[in-house]
């Protein structure tokens, strides 16, 4: 995150600000961060079985915002069809939901988590009907701190992988309409952001990671950026990858696919050898992707990546965007059937 800095981090007309309010000590920096990421792991760890009520009792201002939901696009699809309600937390189409912490990063007054949420589908979800089948799959938060309470947080689930492992469509609306995500056009052009942290403060190793990840969104991004041994772990579209290597038009990616791409930068979060990036992918589908003929349309999904640092060296990273939204923008919904 950028010191002292705002970032607007904005999906579907709401934004959570990627803000950082730092302590001047050292010590008091990184004692505020594991305090914060302490209320955000007992939240977590409370939510699978307290009542809603008395959860945000506990760990959310009375003025808290939630500026995105974790399954968005199916809450979205869902609204006004008069479907069963899920439960609380889900726990009503996933009874013995288990959320499983698998990364959690602090800096200033915000936290980053990623976890696994696992179960078995027994009730209604966003209107399909309980299937029986495990699930495992990702969702991440970023929350945002004051005063020992979550007063803000945005969360981003793999919907794609959701449907996926059911088996299952969105199911059909009355109107026979799906609901997009917009393209907004928010976030911040990355040249803008690399000027800014090359004038700023670069002793600390957490700002030097922060400018090394910056630079692969500017307009001239190094060649020579990563370590010999980079790994990149996960695809940001990884199921729509897996549909392109499954029918043979893996080499039609993303990038290849939007040659206007121009992400933009909504903010970045940095521990030790830590970075996470919040960026939107944003571009016009003029070629081919993985299969699906050019629509000419424009597309702007969040994504989330991940950076792993040692000896100031770009080592792995690991990527998770909305997928579910993106085959939403493109009339593509075939690609989770393969």
Known sequence: MITRRKFLLQTA????????????DAAAQASLAERNKQIV?????TAKSKPLAAIQSEFFSAHYKRTRGGLQNLANNAEGQGFADN???????????NDVVEEIVAEGDMVGMLWRVTGTHRGPLFGIPPTGKQINF??????????????EAWFLGDEAGLLKQLGAKIPPRKDGRMVVPPVTNTGEDPDAVLKRLEA?????????NRLTVARSK??????????????????????????????????????EALPDRRDRIDGFLAEGNKVWMLFKVSGTQSAPLYGVAPTHRRVELPEIGIMTFADGQWKQAWYF??????????????????
């Open 200 to 208: 700023g403060e670069l002793s600390r190793p957490e700002n030097r």
């Open 41 to 45: 792991l007992a939240y977590k760890a």
């Open 87 to 97: 439960g609380e937390y889900l726990r009503g189409a996933i009874p013995d939901r």
């Open 218 to 255: 500017g307009s001239t991004p190094p060649k020579d950026d990563r370590a010999p041994d980079f790994k990149q772990l996960r695809f940001g579209f990884q199921h729509m990858r897996d549909y392109g290597i499954a029918n043979g038009t893996v080499k039609q990616s993303i990038t």
């Open 321 to 338: 965007g909305d997928e579910l939204g993106m085959m939403l923008q493109l009339d593509a919904l075939h690609m989770l059937q393969a």
């Open 13 to 24: 007309g709401a934004g959570l600000a990627l803000a950082s309010h730092f302590p001047r």
């Open 138 to 151: 990702y969702e991440a938060g970023i929350f945002k701190l004051a005063a020992g309470k979550i007063v």
